[in-house]
């Protein structure tokens, strides 16, 4: 069983606010939940938010602890590029995570360095779980895609499936890839924010855009239930891309 979390975007205190709901207690620094539940990241955890070192740290120590699972979205790639001194555009909401960093006591940047790239580099690019019945992927996957993993792949889980063109307002233009899915298998993902969860055949957007005003959701599985929290940051209409 499995309550998967939508972007968090450094939205730290709307994330405890819907681990609670969700029926999660914390123990020692860390969030249980009495039926033995676990917590999923679809990615994009930082960035954009007021909070970002402390998600990362929340999300860090409990993949640690075996008690939740995360698969990195295009912010996570983001800075864990820049963690490792490739030359990266700080823009985009980067600069608030940046800002964060640098404000921390050495020993405390060296922790958060070397553990989120660790987190990257140990996770996958997307969860195969309940025996193939659900996929959980930062911005989804196409049928054709799924046991494989090669540079297409990780391009399509980190962005979706763009085109490589933007549109008027400079948004790169994706297509509505979910909208042509035929598997079986239940698809979770997020990075294009939606105003409440988006069911397209067996797909799943849970991105509601906290960061930009909307909501946290986290989705049950297999219940296919979801909990929203309303963010507690301005609504910025335009963030939101699919009806």
């Known amino acids: 069983m499995y309550d998967i979390i939508g972007d968090v975007h450094g939205c730290y205190r709307e994330l405890l606010t819907l681990l609670g709901r969700l029926g999660y207690r914390e123990q020692n ?16 955890i930082t960035d ?3 909070q970002s070192i402390n998600t990362l740290r929340f999300v860090i120590r409990h993949v640690e602890a075996g008690q939740a699972l ?10 864990y590029r820049f963690f490792l001194g490739r030359n990266v555009q700080i823009t985009h909401g980067l600069e608030t995570t940046v800002e964060e960093y640098h404000r921390l006591p050495v020993d405390e940047k060296k922790w958060v360095k070397t553990r989120f790239i660790r987190l990257v580099e140990n996770a996958p690019l997307y969860l195969v779980l309940d025996g193939g019945r659900l996929i959980v992927s930062h911005a989804g996957i ?8 090669n540079k ?3 391009t399509f889980c980190l962005y979706g499936d763009i085109t490589g063109e933007k549109d008027n307002d400079g948004f790169p233009v994706r297509r509505d890839w979910a909208k042509h899915y035929t598997g079986e298998a239940w698809i ?7 105003k409440k969860p988006r ?5 799943v957007n849970i991105d509601t855009g906290c960061v930009f005003g909307g909501h946290l959701t986290g989705l049950r599985y297999p219940e296919l239930t979801f909990e929203m929290v309303p963010s507690s940051l301005p609504f910025v209409p335009e963030k939101f891309r699919l009806d």
Do not use: E, W
Request: aromatic share 12%; hydrophobic share 30%; proline share 6%.
């Open 48 to 50: 954009r938010g007021p």
């Open 188 to 194: 979770v993902y997020g990075h294009t924010p939606v």
């Open 142 to 149: 196409r049928q054709d895609m799924i046991g494989k993993h």
């Open 199 to 203: 069911f397209v055949n067996h797909t």
């Open 152 to 154: 297409a792949v990780k």
């Open 29 to 44: 620094g860390l969030y249980f939940h009495h039926q033995g539940r676990k917590i999923v990241f679809v990615g994009d």
């Open 70 to 79: 995360y698969v990195p979205g295009n912010h996570c790639d983001k800075l």
